[in-house]
């Protein structure tokens, strides 16, 4: 089993930065992509941002240029850097990961989510 936990989440003015940070725990092979997905009140869950093992990353349309993701593969984090944050990107975000948890079986997980709060 995985566990993700999130952290960094609050309130902030529009314009404003936070940093979200996500840690990885439990046994497993190792952890393939790490990402950040969001969902605002009565939305999908969306993709922001994420990064494979070797540091390619994708990012929403609407998040480039403003948030940047970063990942420590040593000690199992990941880091979501969000500048210049608008009222829009309201939302509880989740950490993702997609892990080998052997060789042969990968398996994807969720973290509980963090609510991130943009007051314009």
């Known amino acids: 089993q995985v566990q993700l936990v999130e952290s960094g989440g609050g309130l902030v003015q529009a314009g404003g930065s936070l940093r979200l940070s996500c840690a990885a725990s439990?046994?497993?092979?190792?952890?393939?992509?790490m990402g950040w997905y969001r969902q605002a009140p009565g939305k999908q869950r969306e993709l922001v941002a994420i990064?494979?093992?070797?540091?390619?990353?994708n990012y929403a349309d609407s998040v480039k240029g403003r948030f940047t993701i970063s990942r420590d593969n040593a000690k199992n984090l990941a880091y979501l850097r969000m500048n210049s944050l608008k009222s829009e990107d309201t939302a509880v975000y989740y950490c993702?990961?997609?892990?080998?948890?052997?060789?042969?079986?990968?398996?994807?997980?969720w973290g509980q989510g963090t609510q991130v709060t943009v007051s314009s």
């Open positions: 439990g046994s497993f092979s190792r952890i393939n992509i």
């Open positions: 990064m494979g093992s070797g540091g390619s990353t």
């Open positions: 993702n990961a997609i892990v080998s948890l052997t060789t042969s079986h990968t398996e994807t997980y």
